[in-house]
């Protein structure tokens, strides 16, 4: 049964856009690196001079690239108790057939609202919509429109069209991001990191979280974590650079963040500048035969054949039998920001092995329990996304209410210290709200020799403590059926997802166990189906790299 948390939300927007018919400039647009750039392809063909022996003056509207192109087909403003209401439709000035069809995507959009909007007012004197407006931000020919429509109960909307007078067509983000010389993937990637600190940046109030006012207990800080962890994981599968709603302004790249929230109105909508990696200088530390970098943004781990390791190894991690560490190569640790300024290596608890701790310039935190990951093949680091604004991480010995003593992490905020492991975070006990864990999951696959194959993961007997399932995998056309048990555990989120540690340690026709690493990328909120792809190791849902869609089944 999936828990209900119940979270009071205040929405602050990150940026005002401009109001009905701002004027229209000129601007350059910036680059991956944050550079200035304004290519060739994207300057405005040549303005007509005047030529006073053809008798005819310039027609400037023609020529010229700013908002003489854009007219208002529909302008009302309300006055009333809230101030001001404006309601504006922007259309495009011109005949061409793209430039029609975006016409037309606008005025279906908004119209039939604004009309219903102005009739509700007039019956009944206030309206639902808190207005809509549109800005403009030009790149020689090419013109991004940005149109708001402002709900007073859910929130802002946005739409972005990206259209050039010189060519007469429409343009996508691809078009766009080519014309102006931006990599997609990487301003892909620099999205992923803005919508995740922007996620972040919601939760990050400790205090506010646990002590009443936004309804979670200490007792249920678990759940609560998971549940930020599942709408993070949703935010981030909608950016994509095909379903971005990206625009250059001011010298920057701009996009419209989508948060998927736990409460409210199910989803939010803001503007904010696209924020690129940021790599400065070289970080090396070292604790217990663990040796961790940061350079250039990029966060590896290694580790060294000690006395330490292998105390380590043998008291605290479960290996399978005959696994053999590579001592001394330089392991990645997929994160989802990009402005890291420190890391550290920490003991947490009695008798526990370093885990490494990121901050970045803001003060938000990860973790990654980088031992653990070591046999799965994939290291990936866990965001805190209640905890931010940190200023200072030290390592302390602290008192236990029993009188025992126990290493930790203490982390300082807003003037005051926290103990890192009273807030929940160093392990999730249970992957309930994570993944729906009573009931089946189901989908089909084609192996190399063409058969067709059934699937079921079967969570039914889902153990809160082990996380344990059983996979069936029926060949449809020999009609054989793998069965495997194994057992699922919480590793990390990030910009792919949510990511998930299997071992398998029996099944029928299996003699050894496996182990590898599975990412969440997307779960329906009502639990109908969800997104994963397999990492590492074993092929659970079959020889793919591709997501597999798992369908709800039995439970």
Aim: proline letters at 3%.
């Amino acid at each position: 049964m999936r828990k209900v948390v119940s979270v009071v939300l205040c929405i602050c927007m990150l940026t005002v856009m401009a109001g009905c018919g701002s004027e229209g400039e000129t601007k350059e647009t910036a680059g991956p690196s944050g550079s200035l750039q304004t290519p060739e392809a994207s300057e405005p063909s040549a303005v007509a001079p005047d030529n006073p022996e053809s008798g005819e003056d310039p027609d400037v509207s023609q020529e010229a690239y700013d908002d003489s192109r854009i007219i208002e087909t529909v302008h009302e403003e309300l006055e009333t108790d809230q101030g001001t209401i404006v309601f504006c439709i922007p259309n495009l000035e011109d005949d061409s057939p793209d430039a029609e069809a975006v016409n037309a995507d606008i005025n279906d959009w908004l119209a039939e609202s604004i009309r219903e909007e102005m009739e509700y007012f007039s019956e009944y004197g206030y309206t639902e919509m808190s207005g809509v407006s549109w800005e403009s931000h030009w790149t020689g020919s090419i013109l991004s429109l940005v149109i708001r429509a402002g709900y007073y109960g859910t929130g802002d909307f946005y739409r972005v069209y990206h259209y050039d007078f010189a060519q007469d067509r429409r343009l996508d983000n691809r078009d766009i991001l080519s014309m102006l010389s931006v990599d997609a993937e990487e301003l892909e990637r620099a999205a992923k990191h803005t919508v995740a600190g922007v996620f972040d940046e919601q939760y990050n109030d400790i205090e506010w979280c646990l002590d009443g006012e936004g309804g979670i207990e200490r007792s249920n800080i678990d759940a609560y974590y998971q549940y930020l962890l599942m709408e993070r994981c949703n935010s981030l599968a909608e950016v994509t650079v095909d379903n971005l709603m990206i625009y250059p302004a001011d010298g920057n790249w701009n996009m419209i963040v989508k948060l998927y929230i736990p409460a409210g109105c199910g989803e939010i909508y803001m503007p904010h500048e696209i924020l690129f990696d940021t790599p400065d200088g070289t970080v090396t530390v070292s604790e217990g035969g663990i040796t961790a970098k940061l350079e250039n943004n990029e966060i590896t781990v290694c580790f060294t054949d000690s006395e330490d390791i292998r105390g380590y190894l043998e008291n605290d991690v479960i290996l399978t039998p005959g696994y053999e560490i590579q001592y001394g190569h330089e392991y990645t640790i997929a994160g989802t920001y990009s402005n890291y300024k420190g890391i550290g290596l920490y003991s947490l608890g009695l008798d526990c092995y370093p885990m490494l701790f990121m901050v970045t310039e803001e003060g938000r935190l990860e973790f990654a329990d980088v031992l653990r990951q070591v046999q799965g093949g994939y290291f990936a680091a866990s965001p805190i996304p209640y905890i931010g604004g940190v200023t200072e991480l030290r390592a302390e010995v602290v008192e236990s209410l029993y009188e025992y003593e126990y290493p930790t992490l203490m982390f300082c905020m807003d003037g005051e210290w926290y103990d890192i492991l009273d807030w929940g975070i160093m392990s999730i006990s249970s992957l309930d709200e994570l993944i729906c864990a009573d009931c089946t999951w189901n989908c089909s696959m084609v192996d190399t020799n063409g058969d067709s194959h059934e699937i079921t993961w079967d969570l039914t007997e889902y153990l809160d403590c082990f996380g344990s399932f059983k996979l069936y995998d029926l060949n449809m056309v020999t009609g054989e059926i793998l069965e495997v048990e194994g057992s699922l555990s919480y590793l990390g989120a990030t910009d792919e997802g949510v990511i998930f540690d299997f071992l398998l340690w029996s099944s029928d026709g299996m003699s050894n166990s496996y182990e590898g690493t599975l990412v969440l990328f997307r779960q329906e909120f009502d639990y109908d189906y969800m997104s994963v792809r397999v990492l590492s190791g074993y092929d659970l849902f079959g020889d793919t790299d591709e997501p597999v869609n798992l369908v709800r089944g039995v439970g």
